[in-house]
């Protein structure tokens, strides 16, 4: 039986981000700051849908190489800025990458089979970037990161997921720092399927309007780069937030509804608490799922309003304002999570008039000055796969 | 405060453990499942995701489950032939009727989420897409979560061959490595008294890394594994150097998920039900190592004992 060697804190030291609202953490804090939706028309490939749907779409200017794999090339630019902050030489460090991801290399899949059914075979190059590992491995090559490497999906809350299992590489001792996100392109793929659910607003998301129809998807990457406290103080790295807890359940209700009482999403977040060792008392915001669909709304502010009873935190949702970018949200959502405790102040939610009193907790609609000191971000999945991060201040 | 552990080391009983097509031919009748997935208890999920809940309601026959047991999957390639379904339909039908039922089968996590919704399971669950390494990775995020919450896990892994994965295996295309399918489950963890369980062995150590790291695994070892049963690319032997010190059985992945059916077997050759001799040794062994080596050059060994070992 193993023994337990020491305990510490992980810390995030780097941070890296490119969405609907642009590259970087700056950029991302002023659109959070003003409350603006980046969501608009459909624009990246043609479709029948274009027109009709509301996205948020990653700006082409920052795409280097547009014969790259979409979903790479984002978390390239994500991957470049979190080591770029952590001021971490990828080359003098065993670092491990762990990729969440929905749909990896998808729009190359869509194209291999679009080939074959017009007889033309398959492209090998499209193929091959069908494993979502695919896009693990070719990063961790052109970053020269030496450690493991994993990928995971566990639908919308994978970035967050991410996140867990990079904590758990460090604990186990197997790197010296973990680069550990979430990246999804748009595709026709999850385009028409989220819209054969009837799961797509027209209008965009208002996540807990009254009137809410449903998400708006995005697209986007963003990763941080985990530590254990003692090894990032010596090497005087910045540290931006610690990663404190997290708690991980499954519904097990439905293959893509909610439980709607909110049950699984209520025990995650009991789980992020225990695993943070602390208590609702102490929350001074949740970052909601907030997807916008009539069943997850009420079903996450059922299960906020029993876990916090009477003295409900501060609650918003970002989804309005990038999109729904699918495996790369838990992870985005961790960094706005992060600015929200290291800059001081708590996001609204955008697109959200009339707040839907069956929703039981009612959330920021405008971006407040804040001096939060700690926080869940609550990140649901398909499959009933639910992922709560709790993040401190690290003054706190 | 986070507990930092070295995962290397550990303790998780398996209590069961069945498999599914190339690579299950070593086990007993009892522990195959079959490919063709059949019973009104899996009906309403994909292929994959009913072999999956069959193969993990066999692996934890006659164990009493809990509402906190979580699933822990890998598969390379997810669910194709629903992906395959609702690609080739969409792009048929010019995006007009796009099938609901084949989009949520699609995704990765429907076989996890699948057997968690037909068994209650409502602890962790979480699937691991990461090739040929998939079940390494599921094996060991299983631990740590054993290590923190004391629950039972299913662990497994899965993939499938479908219609246009099959032609570009055909056509050579790089990507997927053989043309066969299947996978297998174990379920282990929990709290109960190991010394209670009828067969069954135990996870003593799980690495995962590099193949670069793979002799310092072996190197300094005093109680080598009687065997290590490797599934990778040819010659691992080269990257060993003087190391395991022990014999290495060699076969090539059948399929993605070789890694999870190869410990099936391992486990089995513990238990005494499959003959050592399927992998070359005369007597029944204590002490067996799974090793996984990928062509990307990612690496990943298991440590297996019996439970009188």
């Known amino acids: 039986m193993a023994s337990v060697l020491e305990s510490a804190p992980i810390v995030l030291t780097g941070l890296g981000v490119v969405s609907a609202a642009g590259r970087g953490l700056d950029a991302t804090e002023a659109t959070l700051r003003a409350g603006r939706s980046c969501l608009g028309p459909l624009t990246r490939f043609p479709s029948p849908r274009n027109g009709h749907h509301r996205v948020g779409e990653v700006a082409q200017e920052w795409i280097a190489d547009p014969a790259e794999p979409r979903t790479r090339a984002l978390a390239r630019l994500a991957l470049a800025d979190a080591l770029d902050d952590a001021r971490l030489e990828a080359r003098t460090r065993r670092i491990a990458l762990v990729l969440g991801t929905c749909t990896g290399g998808m729009p190359e899949t869509e194209e291999a089979i679009e080939s074959q059914l017009a007889g033309r075979g398959f492209p090998e190059r499209v193929w091959s970037e069908h494993p979502c590992g695919a896009t693990t491995h070719a990063l961790a090559e052109d970053f020269g990161l030496r450690g493991p490497r994993f990928t995971i999906s566990t639908a919308c809350s994978s970035g967050a997921q991410a996140l867990v299992i990079g904590r758990d590489v460090l604990l186990a001792g197997l790197a010296d720092a973990v680069v550990a996100g979430g990246a999804d392109a748009l595709c026709r793929l999850t385009l028409n399927g989220f819209a054969s659910l009837f799961a797509t607003d027209p209008k965009g998301c208002r996540p807990f309007d009254v009137e809410r129809d449903g998400m708006s998807l995005g697209e986007g990457a963003a990763f941080c780069v985990l530590e254990r406290e003692d090894v990032a103080l010596e090497r005087g790295a910045r540290i931006h937030v610690e990663l404190a807890g997290a708690g991980n359940t499954c519904d097990a209700f439905h293959p893509t509804a909610p439980e709607p009482d909110g049950r699984g999403a209520e025990a995650a977040m009991r789980a992020a608490l225990r695993d943070a060792g602390s208590t609702v008392d102490a929350v001074d915001y949740v970052n909601a799922h907030g997807t916008g669909t009539p069943g997850n709304d009420q079903a996450e502010g059922r299960a906020l309003a029993r876990l916090f009873g009477t003295r409900i935190p501060p609650v918003s949702s970002v989804k309005a304002i990038f999109g729904h970018t699918l495996g790369a949200a838990g992870a985005i959502e961790a960094i706005v999570c992060s600015l929200g405790l290291a800059r001081g102040f708590l996001p609204g939610t955008s697109g959200l008039t009339r707040f839907d009193p069956d929703c039981e907790v009612e959330p920021l609609t405008e971006t407040v000055t804040a001096s939060p000191r700690f926080v869940l971000s609550n990140s649901f999945g398909f499959g009933g796969n639910n992922t709560v991060l709790a993040l401190r201040r690290r003054d706190a | ?309």
Not at chain 2, 110 to 127: M, Y
Not at chain 2, 175 to 188: I, K, R, W
Not at chain 2, 243 to 253: L, N, S, T, W
Not at chain 2, 260 to 268: E, F, G, I, P
């Open chain 2, 1 to 309: 405060m986070a507990t930092i552990v070295r995962a290397v080391e550990c303790d998780f009983p398996v209590f069961g453990y069945a498999a599914s097509g190339a690579g299950a031919e070593g086990l007993v009748r009892d522990r195959v499942v079959s490919l063709l997935p059949v019973g009104s208890g899996a009906r309403g999920g994909g292929r994959l995701p009913r072999v999956a809940y069959q193969l993990a309601q066999r692996a934890s026959k006659g164990h009493t489950l809990r509402g906190g047991t979580g699933v822990v999957f890998g598969t390379a390639f997810g669910c194709l032939t629903e992906t395959e379904s609702f690609v080739s339909h969409m792009i048929r039908e010019r995006e007009a009727t796009p099938k609901p039922r084949a989009f949520s089968s699609s995704v990765h996590n429907a076989i996890a989420s699948f057997v968690a919704l037909k068994l209650n399971a409502r602890g962790e669950c979480q699937t691991f897409v990461h090739g040929e390494l998939s079940f390494a990775q599921a094996l060991f995020a299983a631990v740590l979560a054993h290590r923190r919450s004391g629950e039972s896990y299913w662990v497994g892994a899965l993939d499938e061959l479908p219609a246009h994965t099959f032609r570009a295996l055909e056509q050579g295309v790089r990507g997927t490595s053989a043309a066969h399918e299947g996978g297998a489950v174990l379920f282990g963890g929990g709290s109960e008294d190991v010394s209670e369980a009828v067969a069954g062995s135990r996870l003593v150590r799980i690495e995962l890394g590099r193949t670069q790291d793979v002799p310092a695994w072996f190197a300094g070892s005093d109680a080598k594994p009687e065997l290590v049963l490797h599934a990778g690319p040819p010659a691992p032997e080269a990257d060993f150097g003087s190391e395991p010190g022990c014999p290495v059985f060699h076969a090539p992945p059948d399929h993605p998920s070789s890694l999870a059916t190869r410990t099936a077997l391992a486990l089995s050759i513990l238990d005494g039900e499959s003959s050592a001799t399927l992998v070359g040794l005369s007597t029944r062994p204590s002490r067996l190592a799974v090793l996984g080596t990928t062509a990307d050059g990612d690496a990943a060994l298991f440590e297996l004992r019996g439970f009188g070992a």
